[in-house]
């Protein structure tokens, strides 16, 4: 097989003598006429080409050379990295679940003996402390089964919805504000009130099924659906439905002290809350920061801070509103299971049932029939209840921090 290299093919000017598309940047000179150092700047300076044999002594071609990463490719692969704000949030929202959690379905069990205890005039125990209280709820547990301190909850979280929703549809219907900006006048402030006298008006023949429900004894109960709340609501109204005594009280005489009871409770709450919110960020403002800006405590604590004092103070703000407002919740309560032929646990002993059978002819009557007969203690029937539901809540609270600083370090 003869060779394809013409004669003239000296490995370096051939190109440059010969095609045309390389004549363009040399001269068209020939190497043989060229001087040495000419030779020579030809020869120490070839084109790095993959696969070309114009290399130096002891160098290796690149087979496949990969080029480096621009200075954006660390922060892209960075940003497509899940953020640890999203973790954040993700957290922020599990410690609100776990809050919701706490005050809606593991606290259930205490609000249920706690009204139990209040409307028990019969009581000779007043449960002033939570041993006597926790001693009492096992035993209703174990005679009646797991379910009995559980009742009334799906009713509650219905109204609960109904509550939201009228809310919502009465405040895009009138002026009146269903929140308070930071920059609000005593206009906006009786606005917001009114708003939420009207709710508590407009559902209060459902809050009544419900604190009936919530009371009732687990042993002679039926089992009502999730949705007979509003039912028997509206049969309370137009004056169908359940069979009552002539006891039960009519519904304007539940009026002022259920409207009375839950705007003093929301202002209570509100005014709290705000307080300690700002007491609690005013401190971690003030406090000293680390010399490292980058140091992981810091991060943590800045997280802590962005989530906890908010549901501090909301916990801060229920447990000072059902303190204060104890008393005069045992009167309302008394008032709406009157003549709903409704039998409750035995508070004392929980292994037995009892009537209710007061004849109160109003607020008055019954808050001076309750200091007559019972003392002044009496308006503190289940006290003991509140201190195991906001101990318990705590507890949670504190566990809950507990977990989301480990992740937080760990992460």
């Known amino acids: 097989m003869t060779s394809r ?3 003239s093919f000296d490995g370096l000017g051939y190109r440059g003598r010969e095609d045309p598309s390389f004549s363009g940047g040399y001269s068209g000179r020939s190497f043989n006429n060229s001087s040495g150092s000419d030779l020579q700047h030809w020869v120490t300076t070839p084109p790095d080409i993959p696969g ?11 087979q496949f050379e990969t080029a480096p990463a621009p200075p954006e490719t660390a922060e892209e692969a960075q940003s497509a990295a899940p953020p640890s704000e999203q973790l954040n949030r993700f957290a922020g929202f599990g410690i609100g679940l776990a809050s919701l959690f706490t005050e809606n379905v593991l606290a259930h069990p205490c609000i249920v003996f706690r009204r139990q205890c209040q409307v028990n005039y019969h009581a000779r125990c007043y449960h002033l402390s939570p041993l006597t209280a926790i001693s009492v709820m096992y035993n209703v547990t174990k005679t009646q089964g797991p379910k009995a301190l559980w009742k009334g909850m799906g ?21 009146l504000p269903r929140e308070l900006s930071h920059k609000w006048n005593p206009k906006q402030v009786v606005g917001h009130l009114v708003l939420k006298g009207l709710i508590m008006i407009l559902i209060l023949p459902f809050f009544c099924f419900v604190f009936m429900f919530s009371h009732q004894s687990e042993i002679i109960r039926d089992n009502p659906g999730i949705l007979d709340c509003v039912k028997e609501g509206i049969g309370r109204v137009i004056g ?67 989530y906890f004092p908010e549901l501090m103070a909301s916990f801060a703000a229920s447990l ?91 992460t």
């Open 52 to 62: 070309s044999r114009n290399l130096h002594f002891g160098d290796r071609t690149p």
């Open 5 to 7: 290299r013409p004669d």
């Open 155 to 175: 009713s509650t979280f219905v109204v609960q919805g109904v509550t939201l929703g009228t809310e919502g549809i009465i405040s895009e219907c009138t002026p």
């Open 240 to 306: 169908m439905g359940v069979p009552h005594s002539k006891r039960l009280l009519p519904l304007w005489n539940l009026l002022f002290p259920t409207v009375l009871h839950g705007l003093l409770h929301y202002v209570i709450s509100s005014s709290v809350q705000r307080l300690v919110l700002y007491l609690l960020r005013r401190r971690n403002t003030g406090s000293p920061k680390h010399s490292s800006p980058d140091s992981q405590t810091d991060a943590v604590q800045s997280m802590l801070d962005a």
């Open 320 to 410: 000072c509103a059902d303190v204060l407002l104890f008393p005069l919740e045992t009167v309302l309560h008394r008032l709406h299971i009157q003549g709903t032929r409704t039998i409750i646990d035995n508070t004392d002993l929980g292994f037995e049932v009892l009537p209710i059978n007061t004849q109160y002819e109003g607020m008055r009557d019954c808050i001076n029939a309750i200091r007559r007969e019972e003392g002044t203690m009496g308006f503190y029937k289940g006290f003991g209840s509140i201190v195991v539901q906001y101990s318990l809540h705590a507890a949670v609270l504190q566990f809950t921090k507990m977990i989301y600083s480990t992740l937080l370090r760990n």
